[in-house]
Every structure is written in C-alpha cells, then in structure tokens.
C-alpha cells in the first residue's frame, strides 16, 4: 500500500482508553468470527490477521509521526494472505478492523479511524473481487492463484492512492491526478513484494492458524529498511532546503525577508502550524531557538508533530544568524546615510527627496508649502563654553522640541551644527507659514534643561514658500538661508520672510567673511588701546587692546561690524592671535621705552579653549617673542566660558601658571557664577557698561553694581568698570570701593602714540571726583 500521511491530528487520550477501544474491536471481531465462522474463515487466522494489520496501520502512524518520513503500508500483504486462509468476506472484515484498531491505538481521531478503516475495506473488497474473477482454477498454490493475487494487490494500491488523493483534494485542494501519478510511482514499485510475502504468508497459514507470522521478519527487515531509505531521502531534502534557505536569506538586505525565509524553512522543515521570528521568547507549547546577534531575536515554531525541533530549528537559526546582522547593518547603514547620527533626524539627503516629493504633489495641485531654515543664537558660547558633550546634549533636545511643535505631515531635519530646516506642508501663504515659525520660535524661548542646569535660548529663522521663492530644493534652501541672514542681522529670536534682493546680502556677507580672512595676512588690522585708570590714584595702570579693521574700501571698522562674523565663521581665533601679537609686542615697546609698566587685557574668544594646548602654547611664544613680562599681560574672557569648571578652570590656571592674570569680561551679562567664583582662578571682573549706564546720580541705587563691587572684595578680586562716562558714575564707583575704570570718560580708544603720550604726562587725576 501507499505512504501514509503525516499531517493528521492526533487523538488526544489516555492509554487505557485506546487499549479498551482495541479490546472492543478484539471482543468484536471474535464474536464475528464465532457467528459467522464458515462465511469468514477460521477464527484464529482471523485474529492474526486482524492483529497483524492492527500492528502495521500503528507502527505506520507511530513511524511516521515520530520521524517526519513517509511509511510505506502493507496492507497488501495481508491481504494476498487472507486470499489464500480467509474467506473474501473473512480478508476485508480482518483488514478493516485491524486498520481501525491499529489507527485508534496511534491516537488518529475516531472518525479519521473509521475513515481509514473504510477505505481499506474498499480497497480490499476491489482485491477479493480481482481475485476471485482471475483464480477460477480454485487452487490456492497455483501459478494462476499466486498471478491473480499480485493482480488483486496491485488493483488494491490503485484503489487506495485514488482514495488517498480524494482526501486530499478535499482537504488541501491539491490535484487528483498529479496526487495519484506521484503516490502509485512510490507504491507500485514495492507492490510485487508486499504480494510475494503475502502470498507465502497465505501457504503457511494453511498448515497453520499462525503461520502468517512467518511473515512478520521479512515484513519488518523491509519497514526498516524502507524506513532508513526515507530517513536519508528526508536528511537530504533538509539540507537542500537549507542550502535554498541559505541562499535566500544572504540574497535579502532586509530584515523582513530574511525573517519571511526562516519562517517558511522552519514551517517546512517541521511541519509546523505556524512559524515566526520574533523578540519574545516562546510561550505554552511553542518550541523556539535564540538567534545570535546584536539584537535579541527568536525563531519560534507551534504545532509541530515531530520530535525534531530541537535539531532543527538551530540550524535554521544559525543558516539565518549572520543573515539578520547582515541585514540589520545594512538597514542601519541604510537609516545613518539619510538621518543625523546625533539627533536622528532626517538630514540634508532625506531632506530634499521630502522637498522633491512635496514639489511634485504641489504640481498636481496639492497645496502650497514653505521651507524654514532656523538657527540657534549663541550656541557656539554655550558649545564651547559647557563642553561639547552638552552642546550635543542640547542639540537632541531641540530636536526633540521642534518635532514636537510641527504638524504630523511636516519635516524636520538637521542641516548642520546648530541649522534645522523644516518643510511646512500645505500652507496657504507665506503669512500663514510666518504665524507657524512664530510658534517655533516662541518654543525654542522656553527654558532648556541641559545637565543640570536651566539654559535659556533663542533662534532666528529665516522662510521661503514655494512656487514664489524657488521651484527647486537647492533654491528653496539657498534662499530660506539667505532670509535666515536677514534675519540674524535684526538680532535674536527675529524672522524673515524671503525677499528678493536677500541673496545679493548672502553674497555680500560671504564676500566680507572672505575680505576678512585676507586682511589678517594683509596686515590690515590695527589696535586701538583704552586705558584703565586705579580709581584711588587716578593713575593709568593698564590699557585693553581693541581691535579694529582699516578696509580698504569702507574704512575703519569697528569690532561691532566685523567681530560677530569673525566669531561666526571661525576667523575669530585667527584675529584674536593677531591682536595678541601686536599688543604684547607694543606693551613690551613702551616699557624699553622707558614709560611706566602698564597691563595690557587682550581678549580671547572661548573657541580658543576647543584647543587648549595650542592656546598655552601661543600665549607663551606671543610673551617670548615680544619680551613682555608675563605679569603685564591680563586675558580677557567671557563669564559663560569661565562658568564651566570641568573643560577650562584647568586651562584658566595653565594660563595662570605662566605668570598672567585673568579677568572675567561682562560679569554679569551670561551666567551665573557667583556661588562658584571662589574656586575659579580670577585675578578681575570687568562689571558691564549696560550696569553702569544705570548710575544716573553720584547717590544713585545701582544694587547689581554694588553687589559685584562688594562679593568681588570680599574674595579679594579687584573690579572694573566698563563704559563710565560720566562724573557722577565716577563718583558713584569710587565711593563703593570700585578699584578700576575704563571709559569715554577717561580716554577714547587711543593710537600707541597717543596712549605713550599719555604715559609720558604727569596725571592730573583724570578729572577724579571728590569722594562723597
């Protein structure tokens, strides 16, 4: 007979319950045989029959079950046995209540038994009937007997597989004939043996009631070995279905396809129900296996009816191991090439397809959008001044504020350092994506909590609507830019809309970042000095370097015009050496030239401090170089890059260590550092002209002013005021102790000449007020 098949659900029961169905049909069956003996044959042949058949249809279902292979039946042999022993009656009751017996006892479910059992009486009758037309001689042990009884089996296996391939058409819709083709190519070929022993099994039981089981070691010896035949066939479509498996799963760059081949080798491979890659592990009756990677993944499988999961499924895992991190790179690969890696958001690349595609739905009358390029206000103090690590830290959070303040259909991207772009889809007009950049720019006001520590920051930002400023990304982009420009030029938390005329100021704008990098290696730079005058004696004790820029065409610039770009493009470290060189070298003149010392104060822009080492180092062959002692050099920096003790409270007492002193510039404007002054290595603090300005009256309350003057002495750190312009502020400062001053008052920004001319002349008291 055929191969029997491996998908039936089991019958879920007890032992006893099975051993008592298989009693029944015993007690049954002898009953037959005792009523109805002469028509059925000898009862003991019977049972054997019976029994044989009942142990064949459960080593079947138990074989093919426990391993996975297709078992070859031998129904046919009892059958040729039962032409010889039994009545035609007698052969198709022993075969169909062994059959059903045999299923029941390998827990197929009682309909799917009687199912079985039917059929194979079916079959059996179709045998007994061949049998009887073709043996008319009536000799059992004749040539045309044992012809007719191959003639029967052979009608037998045809009936079955035609029975076999109905089922599944039924269940699975496969195609009938293509179904029998193949099961009558696996079975007829074994028909001649299953005949063969049956028929000998038949002669022997002539002579005795158990004499088919004479039968049962070549029909054993034959299970086995088919039994092995199988196995390899089924080990060989493995591996070839893992080699496919293989193959599929390295071919695939996504996760998912490579997920969909492991799921569809496992359910293969097992004859699982359901098959899944997943990041849980298994639960209930689920079998699953870890898959080695970066990320922790499961191949689980359910419903599996063999008992080979635990070898099978790591090596489907391990075929799909490499293949999932493979595909995770690449997807990461993939994420990284068109996302920022800090704050992963889209960038630049990704950035203009969004742009591309919202072109391209505006063409097909999808609405109007705009493009807003934002900057943040002062992020490079707050960059170099707490560190990088913050810097970064404050980037991701507002990233993390702007996606939040869009509309679900907007985009925003990082563009570079501290630019966002944002793509505002379906805005009517270039004043309704105005109303939305007001709203960013009142979220981005909000404070920022950065390490610690409350951060207030600002951005401009500058908007261009498509079609009216661009119809490309590349112009959309240039000219949100060049309205950014604008924009920072009004001066923090401003926007613009773009204009025309804008680029032409773009233009101008990267002209005069260019102009600047020439005139510090044309030696266009000139240094104006201010004097500082000791408020108690009125004595000039010192003088602050200020830059200016002699353009060849507009003139003498102030720093006010020049400075911001300088510090915007970078060019400010390049100015700042320059300045230092000059000044050092000049202050090192007047005194050869026999003039009082005085302190020159140069200022440094906190981007110096990105490169500790090199700063050291140029402060220290700026003094060798001009010859100046080091304790006549003052070095100017901000309070918010003196606030961060961790990257330069070490770089502050380097400095120190040299032999200079350290002043803080507009205390008082920036952070607040007053419960950590005490630990900084400052030598002055520089009070802000916007604090003096405050000082109307000689007896004026200036609280912010006294305070500094007050804390400062009790640390025992001299104090400068900057901006003083008038009398009474004069007087105000000196009555609470104020050591220095500098201002319109005292001096303009002076020629080297005229500063030495100052020095040469007796004081005068630099119009010193009377104390009050």
């Known amino acids: 007979m055929g191969a029997t098949d491996v998908g039936a659900t089991p019958l879920r029961g007890p032992w006893p319950v099975r051993l008592a169905v298989f009693a029944v049909a ?16 000898r009862p003991a042949v019977l049972l054997v029959i019976g029994g044989l058949e009942a142990a064949n249809a459960f080593a079947s279902v138990w074989l093919s079950r426990r391993f996975r292979i297709a078992i070859w039946s031998l129904d046919g042999a009892f059958v040729a046995a039962g032409f010889l022993i039994l009545e035609p009656v007698g052969t198709i009751v022993a075969v169909s209540a062994g059959a059903f017996v045999g299923h029941v006892l390998g827990r197929r479910p009682l309909v799917r038994a009687f199912g079985m059992a039917g059929v194979i009486g079916v079959a059996a009758a179709a045998a007994v009937a061949v049998f009887e037309v073709l043996s008319v001689d009536g000799q059992p042990a004749s040539l045309r007997s044992a012809a007719a009884g191959f003639g029967a089996v052979v009608v037998m296996t045809a009936v079955w597989e035609m029975a076999v391939g109905l089922h599944f058409l039924v269940e699975s819709g496969e195609p009938l004939l293509a179904g029998v083709r193949a099961a009558l190519r696996f079975a007829l070929p074994r028909t001649p043996f299953a005949a063969s022993v049956g028929y000998l099994a038949g002669v022997a039981g002539e002579a005795s009631s158990f004499g088919p089981l004479f039968a049962v070691p070549p029909m054993g010896a034959m299970v086995f070995v088919l039994a092995e035949h199988f196995r390899a066939e089924r080990d060989r479509e493995r591996a070839e279905t893992l080699f496919r498996t293989a193959e599929a799963v390295h071919a695939s760059i996504d996760r998912r396809g490579v997920s969909l081949a492991l799921e569809e080798a496992a359910a293969s491979l097992l004859g699982a129900e359901r098959a899944e890659v997943r990041s849980t592990a298994p639960e209930g009756t689920e079998v699953g296996v870890a898959i080695d990677g970066a990320e922790q993944r499961w191949l689980v499988v359910d419903g599996v009816g063999g008992g080979d999961a635990s070898q099978i499924l790591p090596a489907v895992a391990a075929v799909g191991a490499s293949a999932l991190e493979n595909a995770r790179l690449v997807e990461q690969i993939s994420h990284q090439s068109v996302h920022d890696t800090l704050t992963g958001l889209p960038n630049k690349v990704l950035f203009d397809d969004r742009v591309d595609q919202a072109i391209a739905n505006a063409a097909r009358g999808r609405g109007r959008f705009a493009v807003v390029a934002l900057d943040l206000d002062a992020f490079g103090k707050v960059n170099d001044s707490l560190g990088h690590a913050v810097g970064d830290e404050l980037l991701t959070i507002v990233a993390d504020r702007l996606s939040g303040a869009v509309r679900a259909g907007d985009t925003v991207a990082r563009l570079s350092a501290d630019v966002f772009v944002l793509l505002l889809a379906d805005v009517g007009t270039a004043e309704t994506a105005g109303v939305i950049t007001e709203k960013l720019l009142a979220a981005m006001r909000r404070p920022l909590h950065v390490a610690g520590q409350e951060i207030f920051m600002t951005a401009c930002a500058g908007l261009a609507s498509f079609p009216d400023d661009g119809q490309e990304a590349g112009h959309l982009l240039r000219n949100a830019g060049s309205a950014l420009h604008r924009a920072k030029d009004h001066g923090p938390g401003s926007y613009e809309i773009y204009a025309q ?27 104006r000095y201010q004097t500082q005058i000791d408020l108690r004696t009125g004595r000039i004790i010192g003088v602050e370097a200020l830059v200016r820029w002699e353009h060849p065409t507009f003139g003498l610039l102030a720093p006010a015009e020049f400075v911001p770009l300088a510090e915007e493009s970078g060019l400010i470290v390049g100015v700042d050496t320059w300045v230092l060189r000059h000044a050092t070298r000049q202050a090192a003149r007047w005194l050869q030239d026999g003039l009082p010392p005085v302190r020159v104060a140069v200022n440094l822009s906190a981007r110096h401090f990105q490169s500790p080492e090199r700063l050291v180092g140029t402060i220290r062959d ?13 070095l100017e920096v901000t309070e918010g890059l003196a606030v961060h003790e961790e990257s330069s409270a070490e770089v502050l007492q380097r400095l120190r260590d040299l032999g200079t002193s350290i002043s803080i510039d507009d205390f008082g404007t920036g952070y607040s550092m007053l419960g950590r002054l005490h630990r900084f290595p400052v030598d002055r603090l520089k009070i802000d002209g916007s604090f003096v300005r405050e000082i109307v009256s000689a007896r004026a309350d200036a609280p912010i002013v006294a305070a500094i003057i007050a804390m400062a002495r009790s640390l025992g750190i001299e104090t400068v005021a900057e901006g003083v312009e008038r009398l009474e502020q004069q007087t105000f400062l000196r009555n609470r102790s104020c050591d220095l001053a500098q201002g319109f008052l ?11 001319r100052m020095l040469r002349t007796p004081s005068v008291g630099f119009n010193l007020a009377p104390l009050s």
């Open 26 to 41: 015993a007690l049954g069956t002898t009953a037959v045989a005792a009523a109805f003996g002469p028509e059925l044959g």
């Open 501 to 527: 005329g804008m680029n032409e100021a773009a233009h101008e704008r990267l002209a005069r970042e260019s102009e600047l990098h020439q005139a510090v290696r044309r030696d266009e730079l000139r240094v």
């Open 622 to 634: 700026s003094l060798a170089d001009s010859g100046l002692p080091p304790a006549l050099l003052e």
């Open 746 to 756: 005292f001096s303009m920004p002076a020629e080297p000449e005229e500063v030495a």
